[in-house]
């Protein structure tokens, strides 16, 4: 394998309260390359805060340190905001949750998507208009003229989504941070969004970051998984490895999950106390 | 006995029909999902019976009694509805016990408290939390109280719209088993929306499957465990659910 386009060593996100500092994230440390990596966790185990983090996009009084938070040799911890900017969107992107909150609602949706290409390179308005088209496209929109010239508020949210997608891919970054990128969506939805998601990811070569809290959608779509815990990594594995994890964390998410042939009569319920250490 | 009796039910928002012909019985004791895509109609079913959707034509009977289409206060209190996301569904500035209490008022059933103790005890809720405000809970409590709320005037029938799907997937265990403890210490009947199918083969005995407001299929979930569905939509959804190894 080629250098690492992500190398994160000891993240630590910090947020001040009035019992003192609070560690979100606690020395997380991976490293990803041209590949599909999954962040798997619950509410508050700091997965989505370390996505944030790769962007620098913490804001204050929330505190990032690393020992090392390189993107494609660039130290992204030393970067002013205006360099940040330039890495932001054009180099690695984000896939937010809702579309309904991450869309601007005055804002036609082709020219949002021109407005992600503008911000970073500069082109003629006829080939504008045609890469916003071959990228709606290419997201699946059966008709990418009519829908360029919709509002946000007349899409559905699984099209909303795809919006999203193309508007984060259209400027060709090399890394997708994509945070519960489905979860607003429902089931026939949901895989369709992730194959197109896959289908981009894969074509052009790039690294994926999905963060999610569903251990099966992120086993069936990436290579390798974290699984995060009060802001730590409890486990990392292969994705087809799964069924073999050790850590009694995943082993208890994994056996929380109703199945589609379920014949238990009760659900195991995560005993928290018999893994973390006060 | 029948719990809740749809008949060639009709629902139109505005000119719009959503539901087409719907026809269908849940026997008392039963647990029955509706399952279906987003805008398939499912969540207005469940808005006709409790009275949010009223322009619907047909007839809906609870428990062998018609529904009128106004505010049907007996209708009301045996048929409870629990929504989706408890961060949204409970009042922010009323602490548990005013939630749990309303009810009681609105039905003027006479309580001395003791009520709202005994039912936070069965679901499960420390009895320290009683005076705590919503944000003062995790998710998986706020979710514990929602279903409280809906058992105070003890109803026979609970609506369930995705109780579940605002929760992370250990707390979604806990509730689910909560669930299927109530039901079964209770005698309660079940309707339940839901686009999770494992909740569905967990929690339900029979199932419905909704496309574009119309009921495509009804099967027990015995047969729907190992896929022998008879139509293509119900088998595709069955696929899409067994393909992502849920």
């Known amino acids: 394998m080629t250098a690492p386009l992500l190398d994160i060593e000891n993240l630590r996100v910090t947020f001040p309260t009035s019992t003192g500092p609070v560690d979100v994230v606690r020395g997380l440390s991976f490293a990803l390359g041209r590949e599909r990596l999954g962040i798997v966790g619950e509410s508050g185990s700091g997965k989505s805060m370390t996505g944030r983090a790769i962007l620098r996009l913490v804001r204050p009084p929330g505190r990032v340190t690393a020992d090392r938070l390189h993107f494609d040799g660039i130290d992204l911890l030393a970067q002013s905001p205006r360099?940040?900017?330039l890495i932001r969107g054009a180099r690695i992107s984000m896939v937010m949750q809702d579309p309904k909150f991450s869309l601007n609602p005055v804002m036609t949706i082709g020219a949002q998507i021109a407005e992600a290409v503008l911000t970073h390179e500069r082109v003629s308005r006829v080939d504008l208009h045609s890469r916003v088209v071959a990228m709606l496209e290419a997201v699946r929109i059966d008709d990418p003229d009519r829908v360029a010239a919709l509002y946000p508020h007349e899409v559905s949210g699984g099209m909303g989504q795809r919006v999203m997608i193309a508007m984060m891919l259209i400027p060709q970054p090399d890394v997708l941070i994509a945070d519960e990128p489905t979860s607003a969506l429902d089931g026939s939805v949901q895989a369709q969004v992730l194959d197109i998601i896959n289908e981009q990811i894969t074509s052009k070569g790039m690294g994926l970051i999905l963060i999610s809290h569903d251990l099966n959608m992120v086993a069936s779509y990436c290579e390798?998984?974290?699984?995060?815990?009060?802001?730590?990594?409890?486990?990392?594995?292969?994705a087809d490895a799964l069924a073999d994890a050790r850590h009694p964390y995943t082993r208890g998410l994994l056996a929380a999950m109703p199945h589609i042939d379920e014949t238990r009569d009760e659900l195991p319920v995560l005993d928290r106390r018999a893994w973390t250490t006060p | 006995m029948t719990a809740i009796s749809l008949r060639n039910l009709d629902i139109f928002y505005g000119a719009t029909k959503v539901v087409h012909d719907l026809t269908l019985d849940i026997a008392e004791g039963e647990s029955v999902a509706l399952v279906g895509e987003s805008g398939s109609g499912k969540s207005t079913v469940l808005k006709a019976i409790t009275g949010l959707a009223t322009n619907w034509t047909g007839a809906i009977a609870v428990e062998g009694v018609p529904r009128s289409h106004r505010i049907d206060r007996r209708c009301a209190r045996q048929c409870q509805l629990v929504f989706q996301d408890p961060y949204a569904s409970l009042h922010p500035r009323k602490t548990v016990d005013d939630a749990l209490s309303e009810p009681l008022a609105i039905h003027g059933i006479p309580d001395d408290g003791r009520r709202v103790e005994t039912t936070m005890a069965a679901v499960g809720l420390d009895a320290r939390l009683r005076f705590r405000f919503p944000h003062q809970l995790s998710g998986g409590q706020r979710q514990r109280v929602a279903i409280a709320r809906a058992l105070m005037p003890e109803p026979r029938i609970l609506l369930l719209d995705?109780?579940?799907?605002a929760l992370d997937v250990s707390v979604q265990a806990e509730i689910l088993n909560l669930l299927k403890r109530l039901r079964r210490e209770q005698g309660l009947t079940y309707l339940m929306v839901t686009h999770n199918l494992p909740v569905v083969s967990f929690l339900c005995d029979r199932l419905a499957v909704m496309q574009k407001g119309r009921i495509v299929e009804i099967?027990?979930?015995?047969?729907?465990?190992?896929?022998?569905?008879?139509?293509?939509?119900?088998?595709?959804l069955y696929a899409a659910g067994a393909s992502r190894g849920c």
């Open chain 1, 83 to 85: 360099r940040m900017r």
């Open chain 1, 224 to 238: 390798r998984i974290l699984v995060m815990y009060r802001g730590e990594v409890v486990e990392e594995c292969r």
């Open chain 2, 162 to 165: 995705e109780p579940t799907s």
């Open chain 2, 219 to 236: 099967a027990e979930v015995t047969r729907f465990k190992t896929g022998e569905l008879a139509s293509p939509y119900a088998r595709e």
